[in-house]
């Protein structure tokens, strides 16, 4: 007896547990119900502002619905962790170069860990870590542990980075969370704009004032460049290559200056223009060759020291309406990077239609900022974000202010995106993305459409195949069913899991699993009947006697959704999480729950033999 | 009502052709396995897919003639049954790139029919590689873990038998992708993860109706002679076969329904558990008990079987 009272209380409990965790949604989906039903917009407002409070709250504590669902963005980001490893060495030289060129390919092919890659790379050639990173006295073992904390913390400070960036641009209810050493995942529900929030996320937001180079030094530059690759005849004629389809038919490849050679008395300046005053430029169809042309290492190697040729972020119009990009050479060592910046805002210059982004600096960057401009002035200081410049200004005095501006920006919009980049800091290293879904709402809800859909098919099925199959008894299973339901999605909104459509899925298998249990006592049952035994008692032996096969087949059922549960990336998750919770609830509600209703209805006399079907 | 009340099928007397059968279908499987392969959707290979939907019918080859001739390069394909077209195309990781590159040759050219981009997927090689790994480890630590729970719970030869049979299971699936991949424009039967998802609940769940065979030879067998173990088997077969089918019948049901209702996404899902619970409710009667039955009489060692109840 005592027994029996601490089922039905169970059952009380875990009933009301499931329709208290589930009130929120109840209420979030009626108030939402109500206020869509008020047409004039006023009236909407009011009761919007005067229920305020409930509505956030319900919609707070509501069952969660999957970014498939609802639309938006899922990314997998990496970050750079070569490149985090080459910012940290020092001594770099040539062999060290080819090798992290080796370690970054392997890494791009594999899973493996980068810091691996890089020591397995080091044995091969018979070096010590130690050449390059940290201290000299290091052994090997003491730079890899070394590294990878770095690169831990790099991943950290990525995601608060990262975060950062996104609270500001304002996405409700993201989710940002690491996966193993280099990844991060982000979900962004119900995004718009997935070009502006893609670009927000992978700039690394590396900001440098940088000294700009006397013009005549950018020409004398460009000049023996130019006779380097009249003497190695090697630069492709800019018809060549019309670049528009790169993107997709991944002809980037093919883009490598050295497959194309067309001997020509100024190679270089086919593609690079200058202009009597000194400054050079390069046209928007050949830029893409500049730019490669200008990672080669034998054109590195041709310029002054410490200094780099670099693009402009933004084309200046010419004369006759086509977009040029100005070259610059510039100081390889910045004079100050971003790190000292405290503050952005974006506004309208001084005219008031170009857009840009004032910026303040802290005291030691003011103090050094004021020292740089005293300096130089008359001479150019180039402000560059993620390797390509901005603006150059002629500074024309000394500012000892801390302030700066960052100019030659198209939009509001782009400035707004720069003020929130450079608010929330540099990334340590560059981040890509490597894995991207994104739903737009229409087909979300399209999916819920045949998530509900099915759901309630399965839900039919099933229960009057039970009825029809168990008469009588097939009701306690159909009860069972849907507290099970009720379970399933309480619990999922009770722990802030969000319900996906693979996820209904799950429960839509678990509908057809959860009957099992019942189905192997029915018929258990039965087979007590046809031998003989009083209907009180078969039912205990039904009961008795399935159990073990019951708990085999859920521990089995478990264990492999525990398993994909564990492996499993992103959607699986979900399904693997509600076939979970649906199997383990399954055991309560389809033994506990159905035996109550059984000892009920016996103790009424409400149950006959026939009540088996 | 009662379906298969108080059968008396001869099972064990069956076993070889019902060996016969499997090695003929998972022979035919793995001959397409090896020589057509499998169809890898986007999770594995990687790549990036575009899914375009339509507001009117339109013919999937005008589509594609559109693609081409603005140079975008990729495969088009049908997707679902409603004016839905899959493009899928290498991965790299400008997406907004492909997509307005779509979006603009479609909008150019066909401007009667108005599309919208509904989806995007783009996954990158090294996730690629990493989603297959952790399948495959999933899918081998779950046959682990049944082998050592199923051992635990009766015996190693119950439980070996019962996870060759799941083995089967999946086999024949898996060779079913591969003879049937590509062959229906409503469901490419893509290996992706989901089907993964569907191996490891077939795994999970094949296993349910042996157990219920088992434990009924289990509950007899007990102290019984070698020789009589044939009827044992039979007998135990036949009184749990209302249940087998039952169980495995009501799973088939919800299945059929996510087939018919949840849409493409899930449908090649729906389709490799569906044909899975249907071939594991055969392999628990016509290949995990007669193996276990050849075994023992191989073997003619007495069982000893943990956990049976006498009472």
């Known amino acids: ?377 008359g001479k150019r200081i180039a402000i560059v974000l993620d390797g390509a410049v901005y603006s150059a200004p002629v500074v024309q005095s000394k500012i000892p202010s801390g302030n700066s501006v960052i100019n030659g920006i198209e939009s509001l919009e782009e400035a707004k995106d720069l003020e929130i980049v450079l608010k929330a800091g540099a990334l340590p290293a560059p981040v890509r993305i490597i894995e991207e879904r994104s739903v737009g709402p229409s087909l979300g809800a399209d999916y819920i459409r045949a998530g509900v859909l099915s759901l309630a098919w399965a839900f039919c099925a099933v229960s009057i195949f039970m009825l029809v199959y168990y008469k009588k008894a097939g009701i306690a299973a159909d009860i069972a069913l849907v507290l099970n339901i009720v379970i399933v999605l309480s619990v999922l909104a009770g722990f802030n899991a969000s319900l996906s459509l693979p996820g209904i899925a799950g429960i839509v298998l678990t509908i057809g699993m959860a009957v099992d249990a019942n189905v192997l006592i029915y018929e258990r049952i039965r087979e007590e009947l046809d031998g003989g035994k009083a209907l009180k008692s078969a039912i205990e032996l039904g009961y008795d006697r399935a159990f073990s096969s019951i708990l085999d087949s859920h521990v089995t059922t478990l264990s492999a959704a525990f398993l994909l549960y564990t492996y499993g990336i992103g959607p699986i998750q979900g399904f693997a999480l509600t076939l979970m919770i649906g199997t383990a609830a399954s055991l309560f509600t389809s033994i506990v729950v159905t035996k109550e209703i059984f000892s009920f209805l016996l103790g009424r006399n409400l149950m006959t033999q026939k009540s088996f079907g | 009502m009662r379906i298969f009340h108080k059968t008396s099928f001869d099972f064990i007397r069956f076993r070889k052709i019902a060996y016969v059968f499997s090695l003929v279908i998972l022979a035919s499987g793995l001959i397409s396995l090896a020589v057509k392969g499998l169809n890898y959707g986007i999770d594995f290979r990687g790549g990036s897919e575009v899914l375009i939907r339509f507001e009117k019918n339109i013919d999937v080859s005008t589509v594609r003639t559109v693609l081409d001739a603005a140079g975008v390069s990729g495969s088009l394909k049908q997707y679902g049954l409603d004016r839905s077209f899959l493009f899928s195309t290498v991965f790299n990781g400008q997406t907004s790139d492909l997509k307005s590159l779509v979006s603009h040759a479609l909008n150019d050219r066909l401007k009667g029919n108005h599309h919208e981009i509904v989806r995007v997927d783009a996954v990158g090689p090294s996730i690629a590689s990493d989603l297959k790994w952790s399948a495959l480890k999933a899918l081998l630590a779950s046959l682990l873990a049944i082998l050592l729970y199923v051992g635990f719970r009766f015996e190693l030869k119950f439980a070996t038998a019962g996870v060759i049979a799941i083995f089967h299971d999946i086999l024949t699936v898996l060779g079913l992708f591969s003879i049937l991949g590509g062959l229906f424009d409503f469901m490419p039967l893509e290996m992706d993860q989901s089907i993964i998802a569907a191996f490891l609940t077939i795994a999970g769940y094949s296993i349910t109706d042996t157990v219920v065979v088992y434990d009924r030879i289990r509950e007899r067998i007990r102290g019984q002679k070698q020789s009589d173990y044939e009827r044992i088997f039979n007998e135990s077969m036949n009184q749990t076969l209302s249940r087998t089918i039952i169980t495995s019948g009501t799973v088939l049901l919800s299945v059929l329904v996510l087939f018919i209702f949840a849409g493409p996404a899930i449908r090649g899902f729906a389709f490799a558990v569906f044909i899975g619970i249907l071939i594991g409710t055969y392999s628990s009667i016509f290949v995990a008990a007669p193996l276990v039955y050849d075994w023992l009489r191989l073997a003619k060692s007495p069982v000893h079987l943990r956990g049976s109840k006498v009472s």
């Open chain 1, 1 to 377: 007896m005592k027994n029996k009272r601490f089922n039905l209380l169970l059952i009380a409990v875990v009933t009301l547990v499931a329709a208290w965790s589930l009130w929120p949604t109840w209420r979030d989906y009626s108030l939402s119900n109500q206020l869509n039903s008020i047409k004039s917009a006023p009236d909407s407002l009011k009761y919007l502002l005067s229920n305020r409070d409930e509505i956030e709250n319900a919609r707070k504590k509501s069952l969660k619905l999957g970014l498939d669902l609802k639309g938006g963005m899922h990314l997998v980001m990496e970050v750079d962790q070569v490149d985090l490893f080459e910012q940290k060495a020092w001594n770099k030289d040539a062999k060290f170069t080819a090798i992290m060129k080796a370690v970054r390919e392997k890494a791009s092919q594999s899973d493996a860990k980068v810091i691996d890659l890089i020591s397995a790379e080091f044995k091969g050639e018979n070096m010590r870590l130690s050449r390059y990173f940290y201290d000299i006295r290091n052994s090997d073992q003491e730079i890899v542990a070394k590294l990878e904390k770095e690169s831990e913390d790099a991943l950290n400070r990525a995601k608060e980075i990262i975060r950062n960036r996104i609270d500001q641009y304002g996405v409700a209810e993201p989710v940002i969370t690491t996966q193993g050493s280099r990844k991060l995942i982000i979900e962004l529900p119900g995004v718009s704009d997935e070009n502006r929030v893609r670009n927000l996320l992978k700039g690394t937001a590396k900001l440098e004032f940088r000294l700009l180079r006397d013009p005549e030094i950018l020409v004398r530059t460009l000049d023996r460049i130019n006779t380097y690759l009249v003497q190695n005849s090697g630069v492709p004629k800019t018809s060549l290559v019309a670049g528009n389809s790169v993107a997709v038919s991944g002809k980037l490849k093919s883009l490598t200056p050295s497959v194309s050679m067309q001997t020509s008395a100024k190679p270089l300046y086919d593609l690079i223009g200058v202009f009597q005053n000194g400054s050079a430029y390069t046209t928007e169809h050949s830029k893409e060759l500049v730019v490669s042309l200008l990672h080669r290492s034998d054109i590195l190697a041709l310029l002054p020291q410490d200094t780099e040729l670099l693009l402009a972020a933004k084309p200046e119009i010419g004369k006759s309406g086509e977009k040029l990009y100005p070259i610059y050479l510039v100081r390889k060592s910045p004079e100050l990077t971003g790190g000292v910046i405290t503050e952005a805002k974006a506004t309208f210059g001084s005219q008031g239609v170009q857009p840009e982004v004032l910026m303040a600096m802290n005291s030691e960057g003011t103090a050094k900022w004021a020292r740089i401009t005293g300096a130089n002035i």
